[in-house]
């Protein structure tokens, strides 16, 4: 059975914070790293993701609407920050960082539930 996902549709973690990475990464640098239209030089050994440097944040390459249809549009080379950056419970632990950025969009903090399968019954 697949497992619920609540951070599809979500996104508020991408609005949020500022995400910056090792400059290394950028597809000027390897190939198929993360796209260098979407960053701005941060200093000389890190990137930051356009539009994350700002006072109210949204990452450039962040579409739709936070809580609702939200996702990354370059899902498959997004960058190291962005990979472990880890929502709350997906590993059985809670993520302040996530719950801040959620309340920020009305959206309340991921529990253990969030990540049940739908429909399995629990103990008890
Ligand atoms: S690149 Fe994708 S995962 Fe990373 S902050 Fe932007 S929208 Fe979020
Ligand atoms: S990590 Fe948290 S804030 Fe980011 S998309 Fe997932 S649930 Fe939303």
Redesign the pocket.
């Known amino acids: 059975m697949e497992r619920a ?4 549709g ?5 609005a ?1 914070y500022r995400v910056s990475f090792y400059w290394g990464e950028i597809d000027e640098v390897v190939p198929g790293g993360f796209p260098s239209e979407y960053v701005e030089k941060l200093n000389d050994f890190r990137a930051v993701i356009k539009g994350t440097n700002q006072p109210e944040p949204r990452c450039a390459a962040l579409a739709g609407e936070i809580g609702k249809t ?1 996702h990354c549009s370059i899902h498959c080379v997004r960058s190291s920050a962005c990979r472990e ?4 419970y ?1 590993n059985g632990l809670p ?1 302040e ?3 801040q ?2 309340a920020k969009y009305g ?1 309340e903090p ?1 529990t253990p539930e ?1 990540w049940r399968p739908h429909g399995v019954p629990t103990a008890a």
């Open positions: 996902n609540p951070c599809i979500c996104g508020a973690c991408c949020y939200a950056f880890e929502a709350s997906v993520n960082r996530c719950d950025a959620r959206l991921l969030s």
